[in-house]
C-alpha cells in the first residue's frame, strides 16, 4: 500500500513537472515570438524612414505617407502611376508619397531609365524626367537594350546641361543611390513593382482608384487616433469608408 501512495505521488509529481515545463516552454516561445514581431516591426519602420534624398510628392508634413518601389520600365507601374497622382491631389495636405528605384532584372532599360532619372535630378529636374521616361515607356521600353541616345533626347527637350547629364548618369554615386532603394525593397520583402507600403505596412495592390482611396482613408483614421490628425480631417476619411 505504501509502495503505490509513493508511485502515485511520484506519478502526481512528474505530471506538474511536465505541465509547468510545457507551460514555461509555450510561455517563452510567446515572449520570443511578441520580441520577433516587435524586431520585425522596427526593422521595417527604419527602412521605410524618409531619407533626405528621397523624391516625395505631397506635403512633407502630412500624417500619412505611402513609399512606391516602382520601375520605369514597368507596365503595371505606368498603369499606377495616374492613381498616385490623383492620390497626392486628393488627399492635399494629408498624403505624402515616396518614389523608390526598384529596377527588376528582367527589365533591360529600366536601370539606365533609374540613372536617366537620378542624374536630371541633380540639375533639378527629376519630376520631369520621372515624367518624361512614364509618358514615353512605350518607346525606350520596348528596345532590346538600353538605349542611352533616346534617352539623352528627353534630357535635350528639359533644357538640362547633356554633358553633366551624361557625367551624373555614369556616377556610381547615382548608381549606389538607386543600389540603395533596391536593397531597402528586397529588405522589405519586395520582389515585384509596383509595391506599395502604407504608414509602415505593406497594402496589396489596389485594383481601383477607390479600393487606394480605402486604403488612405482606413490609415488617416488611424492616424487620428494617434493624434496625428484634426477630427475634421478623421471624420471625413470615416464618411469614405461607409
Known amino acids: 500500500m505504501m509502495k503505490d501512495k509513493v508511485i502515485f505521488w511520484l506519478v502526481g509529481i512528474t505530471a506538474l513537472v511536465i505541465v509547468a515545463s510545457v507551460f514555461l516552454v ?66 492635399e495636405g494629408r498624403l505624402r508619397v515616396v518614389f523608390r528605384h526598384f529596377p527588376l532584372v528582367g527589365h533591360k532599360n529600366a536601370m539606365n531609365a533609374a540613372l536617366a532619372a537620378e542624374a536630371a535630378g541633380k540639375q533639378g529636374k527629376y519630376w520631369e524626367m520621372h515624367e518624361a521616361l512614364f509618358a514615353n515607356q512605350a518607346t525606350w521600353g520596348s528596345k532590346q537594350f538600353a538605349n542611352s541616345e533616346l534617352l ?25 543611390r538607386i543600389e540603395r532603394d533596391k536593397l531597402s525593397g528586397r529588405q522589405l520583402g519586395v520582389n515585384g513593382t509596383p509595391s506599395f507600403f502604407l ?30 490628425v484634426t477630427e475634421a480631417t478623421a471624420a471625413s476619411a470615416a464618411s469614405q469608408l461607409e
Open 199 to 228: 504608414d509602415g505596412e505593406k497594402i496589396p495592390n489596389p485594383r481601383s482608384y477607390a479600393d487606394f482611396k480605402s486604403f488612405v482613408d482606413a490609415a488617416l483614421i488611424k492616424a487620428a487616433a494617434a493624434g496625428r
Open 26 to 91: 509555450s510561455r517563452m516561445n510567446l515572449g520570443s515570438k511578441q520580441a520577433d514581431s516587435s524586431q520585425t516591426t522596427n526593422n521595417r519602420q527604419k527602412l521605410l524612414e524618409i531619407q533626405p534624398d528621397d523624391h516625395i510628392l505631397g506635403s512633407m508634413d502630412a500624417p500619412v505617407t505611402l513609399v512606391e518601389y516602382s520601375d520605369y520600365e514597368c507596365p503595371a507601374c505606368l498603369s499606377y502611376e495616374p492613381l498616385v497622382k490623383q492620390l497626392v491631389q486628393e488627399y
Open 152 to 176: 539623352e533626347v528627353y534630357a535635350k527637350e528639359l533644357n538640362l546641361d547633356l554633358e553633366q547629364f551624361k557625367a551624373d548618369r555614369s556616377s556610381q554615386e547615382i548608381r549606389d
